[in-house]
């Protein structure tokens, strides 16, 4: 009895440490479980989302985050060099939704997560028994149901846009289409019990199936793919009839603990620790795991989506060292222009011609020499390239206000540390002799962009043409399309018979007339 309490106190201080890395991983959003963050003081009503396009008539459910490990969907192995700051290598939104994976649903019977994890290590078979032993499941996604998550996402976007307006009448000068994939995704994934990653992919190729109708010279096999999954279908069905169970019909996904991902529970710390006689193992574990549900429920209610915003329309942030060579550039705008006098006595006037570019002395040839004159106008330059620059104050990275360390080796520390997280601006664009601060559609193609958002890079495409749609009142690359393909013509065998015929009485009478 005695070894069995120290066990569970070890455990209660393992779950314990892992609430408390759960909460230090929601990173810069802050929750509470009072009241008054969550209710109105006036009434006591619950609060509505910031985000217009949400809506309580969906409520969000948990997820497997709450039994899962801080950090379990980053995989902190990758990322750059040294290992320990490898952990802002991934994008601050990525593994951090409660809704990831979903909850196990499904009408097939298999082994609880606790006695997969406590199976016996040594065994007499390399195999297990049943799928029900293995944890496993067969399944597959049939194309019919990908149509109706792909007509869902088309629905959903339609009727969220009729109800956020027009996007070309906001006053804060962002064109936005008042609409969010990643709260579009996260509905889908949620109704059909898959995870979010996989929601994405489906509506990404769907999308690109789409606009492949347009071709006419492309055909869509849907008799193979109808063949296919029939015959998938009846696999599956027959091993499920072989073992005597149950067939899941639908697509499932994989409960975690049968993944492989998580570590057995009898393989952690050997330490010892010490717990009184007093001490209540299982009331402090499920006050473990409420407090977790509630931080998971929490984290669903006051997250943030990602709205989709024309980027070319946002400005990145700056600083004030940007903003004093933004407009010390202002200030130089002058330094190259000329002045023309004309006139003689005292009604001589003087003309100022402004010039964007140095002006070319006589006799010289613009650079490159082999590029005499732009488009054949002679004394005249090719276009300017445009030059992007990341503002950075080395005497700050040096320096670090309020650290006792100083120097270059303080600076080069606290640049890898910033891996990921320096992309919120400080870029300016020079082009034509104009100094302008930078859009986050132009920081996205430089070398120092935003670490990537894997959820948002899904369905990067789809997502694209939608805002064409939107903003640009695009047609034809968004939604269904009408398949257009044209069979090829093919002649008729026996016409081709009755040609090669006559082609061959016609190259003997000529041989005939030859001799």
């Not at 509505?48 to 192995?77: I, Y």
């Not at 717990?275 to 997250?303: F, Q």
């Not at 024309?310 to 600083?319: A, G």
């Not at 870029?427 to 430089?446: C, N, Y």
């Amino acid at each position: 009895a005695t070894m069995a309490t120290l066990a569970f106190t070890s455990r209660v201080n393992s779950l314990l440490k892992c609430s408390s890395s759960l909460r230090n991983a929601v990173g810069g959003r802050q929750f509470s479980t009072r009241a008054s963050v969550n209710t109105d003081d006036s009434d006591g009503a619950i609060k509505k989302h910031p985000q217009s396009f949400v809506t309580d008539e969906v409520p969000l459910e948990d997820g497997e985050l709450s039994d899962l490990p801080p950090f379990f969907h980053q995989n902190l192995r990758r990322g750059p060099s040294p290992p320990s700051h490898a952990k802002h290598s991934r994008h601050k939104n990525d593994g951090r939704d409660a809704y990831w994976r979903p909850p196990w649903k499904s009408r097939a019977d298999i082994i609880s997560a606790e006695d997969f994890a406590n199976r016996p290590r040594v065994t007499f078979s390399e195999h297990f028994a049943s799928l029900h032993d293995a944890m496993a499941t067969l399944t597959w996604m049939t194309q019919n149901e990908k149509d109706g998550i792909y007509q869902m996402y088309c629905d959903l976007m339609t009727v969220m846009a009729e109800k956020g307006g027009d996007p070309k009448k906001d006053s804060w000068g962002v064109l936005t289409t008042n609409t969010s994939h990643e709260y579009i995704v996260r509905v889908i994934a949620q109704h059909y019990n898959i995870t979010t990653s996989r929601a994405a992919g489906v509506i990404q190729l769907q999308h690109n199936e789409e606009q492949l109708k347009k071709d006419p010279s492309f055909k869509i096999r849907h008799d193979l793919q109808a063949f296919v999954d029939t015959r998938v279908r009846e696999s599956h069905r027959e091993v499920y009839q072989s073992y005597g169970e149950k067939d899941p019909m639908t697509f499932v996904e994989d409960p975690v603990a049968g993944t492989g991902f998580l570590a057995r529970e009898d393989v952690g710390s050997a330490a010892v620790v010490g717990a009184s006689d007093l001490v209540d193992i299982d009331a402090l574990v499920k006050k473990v795991k409420r407090m977790e549900k509630d931080e998971a429920s929490m984290r669903i209610k006051n997250h943030i989506y990602v709205e989709d915003v024309d980027d070319r329309t946002r400005n990145v942030k700056v600083d004030k060292e940007a903003k004093r060579l933004e407009k010390s550039k202002k200030a130089l705008a002058g330094l190259y222009d000329l002045t023309k006098a004309s006139g003689d006595g005292e009604e001589q006037e003087t003309t100022t011609i402004k010039t964007k570019v140095p002006p070319i002395p006589e006799g010289a040839l613009p650079y490159p020499d082999n590029n005499v004159g732009y488009q054949e106008t002679p004394k005249t330059r090719r276009p300017r390239w445009k030059f992007a620059a990341q503002i950075i104050n080395t005497h700050t990275l040096e320096n670090p206000p309020g650290s006792s360390q100083h120097g270059k080796r303080v600076a080069k520390r606290t640049k890898a540390r910033r891996h990921g997280r320096i992309v919120d601006g400080n870029t300016l664009i020079e082009k034509d002799g104009e100094v302008r601060v930078a859009t986050v559609a132009e920081l996205e193609q430089t070398s120092w962009k935003h670490v990537r958002n894997e959820s948002e890079f899904m369905f990067k495409g789809v997502k694209a043409a939608w805002m064409r749609r939107q903003l640009e009142q695009e047609v034809g690359g968004w939604g269904r399309q009408e398949e257009v393909y044209n069979e090829p013509e093919v002649e008729d065998e026996s016409e081709e018979g009755e040609g090669t015929a006559e082609n061959e009485e016609e190259a003997e009478g000529s041989d005939d007339t030859e001799k």
